[in-house]
Every structure is written in structure tokens, then in C-alpha cells.
């Protein structure tokens, strides 16, 4: 008994750091372009030129942007089957906590465009149809969606019935609709922004379903349930070499890919639009996303293992636990020092500057885990989810008895 509880609680540290680690990319990825969810006017970035904004863009294009949120996708599949896998699981309750994080979503997208928590209300609601799945099919499925399937068919029939580029008219449409949005996140008025932004969760789920991002949001949610029921994390020395095999692969094969992409862009990516280089990037970005995640993923995890490493698994396994609720208060942070309701430093700061705020940002909300950890079982906003799912208020304050009960 007292070797399984052992696992137990390693296992759940192990999670909770990779969690941390994808809410470090995150924040990466959002807070390099100013928190900014929707379109940008040309003349915001045509003003930083400098060598600092090409290496910050350049590192965020290939290293973060669309690898975090599908390692966070992951993991918030991974913890559905874990979930699914508890005695108190049922049906009813599992939905109606997913009707609650769908509750928290709105009510964050409400603030900021860029939010995933309701999407992960829809999603996973496809998600349970495959609980029962055979694993064959988990991994057909996820590694389908991963690679953005259902787009890759869509521009291959754009091929033969190519759309119309925008005719002037519609050009300039878009064109008032960015500078609209964008002098609103540069006002000062709350009820504008609220406004707005009810009015663009049409807008979210059309680019959602248009880039494929909700496809792959599912695809990381299967192979989360995947790892779930093989155990790839509760009995992860087991499955060592498996880890080990993969960094190697996905490893290589990024590499790769960035061997043959950059060539090609330079070769063939000035000029007029080609639909063939269109589509042939398309697809290699997103072979790209999937393998640099798979690496971020796997290599993570046998980091974190290492004792050299404890301390980075306890900082990352704090913000992991408070996952909600870090996640959320960075893009409060975002607001305060981007927005106009803030110190309107949007569209402002160089972005290169942008990413290097991110450390005393992390490091300070590390800081807020730990000190909270240290009083509370769970974080503020995880404490209120769990309370709404079983419609009884939690114990919050940090015991024995209350540590226990929140391991469970």
C-alpha cells in the first residue's frame, strides 16, 4: 500500500511539472505578441525592424508557436481518462464538469479571444464517444486529426474549385474591422470590450474550424486518453525506452523538416502565392507542431526524472497544480500591462522585449504557487470547479485529511 501511494503521488507531481512546462510556452507564445487575440493593423509590426524582434519571432515561429497548446491539449486529455478511470467516475458527473470548465471559458473568453478552456468544452464532449474505443483506433483517430486531416482535404479541393481572392470591397472591410478591434483593446472602455468580444466568439469558432485547430485540439485529447489507459505516465519507468525512442524520432524528424522547410521558403516563397507551396507548407508545419510536441513531451518527462532536476520538477509541478488558475491570471497579467484598460503597452513594446518578461512573470507566479500551496489544497479557481462539480463546497484549507482527499 505504501509503495502504490508512492507512485501515486509521483506520478501526479510528474503531470502536474509537464503541466507547468506547457504553461510556460504558453505564456511565451502569448505574452511575444502583447496578449493580442484577434488582427493587427500592418503598420504595428512594420515599426520594429530591429535584429532582437527577428530572433524573438523567428524562435517563437519555429520553437513555440502551435506546440503548447497541443502539449497542453494533451495533458488535459491525459487527465479526462485519468478521470474516467476513478471509481467516483460517471457519465453525468464527468459532463456536467465539463459544462463547468465550458462555464469558466465563456466567461474568460469574454476578456480575451484567445482562450482554449471553451473549446475544451466541445472537444471533449466528443471525446467521451471514444472512451470505449480500441486503442487501434485512438491512435488512427488522433494521429488523423493531429495532421490536420479534414484541412489538408479542403485545400486539396480548393485545388480544383479554387475561392476568389477578396475582391476590394471585402479588403477593406477587414481592413476597418482590424483597426476597429484594434482601437478598441487600446481603449479604456470595460463594457466595449465585454461587447466585443460576444460578438467574436463566431469569429473563434469560424477560425477554429477554418485553420484546424479544433481538429487537432481532439487529436491531442485521444492520444492523451491513449496514454491514459496504456499508462504511459502512472507506469513511466516501464515505459522508458518507449520515451527514449520517441525523443530520437520526433528529435530527428523536426530537424529535418526545418532542414527542407527553410530551403524551400527561400526558393520558392517570394513572389505571387503558389497554391501547391501554399499547401505543402501547410501540411509541414503542421508535421512540424506535431513531432516538436511529441519532442517536448517525451523529453520533458525524462528530464524531470533526473534528481538534477528536482528543483525545476517542484517550481514547474506548483504552477502545474494551479494549472486554472495560472493560466487565467496570465492573461489578467496580459490585460494589466498590454491593454488599454491597463499601461496600453500593446502594439508598443518590441516583441523581443515582450519575451524576455516572460521569466520574472513565470518566476513570480511560481512564487504565488508555492506560498499558496503551502496554506491551500488546490488552487482558487481549481477549489471552485471542483466545488460546482460536486455541488458541495471543498476543503480548502491545507491539511493532512484535505491533502489526501485531493490526491484522490
Known amino acids: ?78 487527465s479526462f481518462a485519468l478521470q474516467m478511470e476513478s471509481k467516483s467516475f460517471t457519465i453525468g458527473r464527468f459532463l456536467w464538469r465539463l459544462f463547468i470548465l465550458g462555464l469558466i471559458g465563456l466567461a474568460h473568453s469574454l476578456h480575451w479571444r484567445g482562450d482554449i478552456l471553451s473549446i475544451y468544452f466541445f472537444v471533449g464532449l466528443v471525446m467521451i464517444l471514444f472512451r470505449n474505443a480500441s486503442d487501434k483506433l485512438l491512435v488512427i483517430v488522433s494521429f488523423l486529426m493531429i495532421l490536420n486531416l479534414p484541412i489538408r482535404i479542403r485545400d486539396l479541393y480548393r485545388f480544383a474549385y479554387p475561392t476568389p481572392p477578396p475582391t476590394a470591397q471585402q479588403q477593406k472591410q477587414n481592413e476597418a474591422k482590424t483597426n476597429a478591434y484594434w482601437t478598441m483593446i487600446k481603449g479604456e472602455n470595460y463594457g466595449e470590450l465585454l461587447k466585443s468580444n ?49 525523443l530520437k524520432i520526433s528529435g530527428f524528424s523536426t530537424l529535418g523538416i526545418i532542414a527542407v522547410a527553410i530551403p524551400l521558403g527561400i526558393i520558392f516563397g517570394n513572389g505571387q502565392p503558389k497554391p501547391w507551396f501554399n499547401f505543402l507548407m501547410t501540411t509541414l508545419y503542421d508535421v512540424h507542431c506535431m513531432f516538436l510536441t511529441f519532442f517536448y513531451v517525451v523529453g520533458m518527462t525524462l528530464l524531470l526524472q533526473k534528481k538534477s532536476w528536482a528543483g525545476a520538477l517542484q517550481n514547474f509541478s506548483a504552477i502545474g497544480k494551479l494549472a486554472l488558475t495560472t493560466y487565467l491570471s496570465q492573461t489578467l497579467v496580459g490585460m494589466i500591462l498590454f491593454y488599454g484598460l491597463g499601461f496600453n503597452l500593446m502594439g508598443e513594446v518590441n516583441p523581443w522585449i515582450c519575451l524576455l518578461l516572460t521569466f520574472p512573470v513565470f518566476g513570480l507566479q511560481i512564487i504565488f504557487s508555492r506560498w499558496w500551496l503551502s496554506k491551500y489544497t488546490y488552487g482558487p479557481i481549481e477549489w471552485l470547479w471542483r466545488s460546482l462539480t460536486y455541488l458541495r463546497w471543498q476543503p480548502l484549507k491545507r491539511s493532512k485529511l484535505a491533502a489526501e482527499f485531493a490526491d484522490s
Open 198 to 246: 460576444v460578438s467574436a466568439i463566431v469569429d473563434k469558432l469560424e477560425f477554429q474550424f477554418d485553420s484546424g485547430r479544433i481538429y487537432i485540439t481532439l487529436g491531442y485529447f485521444l492520444l492523451g486518453l491513449l496514454a491514459g489507459r496504456r499508462k504511459w505516465f502512472a507506469k513511466w519507468e516501464e515505459h522508458r525506452p518507449f520515451f527514449k525512442r520517441w
Open 1 to 78: 500500500m505504501k509503495t502504490t501511494a508512492i507512485a501515486a503521488k509521483e506520478r501526479i507531481l510528474l503531470i502536474d511539472g509537464l503541466r507547468g512546462f506547457a504553461l510556460l510556452g504558453i505564456l511565451i507564445a502569448h505574452i511575444t505578441y502583447w496578449f493580442n487575440a484577434g488582427p493587427a493593423p500592418d503598420s504595428v509590426f512594420s515599426k520594429f525592424n530591429d535584429i532582437g524582434f527577428q530572433i524573438a519571432s523567428t524562435f517563437e515561429g519555429i520553437f513555440i508557436s502551435g506546440k503548447f497548446y497541443t502539449f497542453f491539449s494533451f495533458l488535459f486529455g491525459l
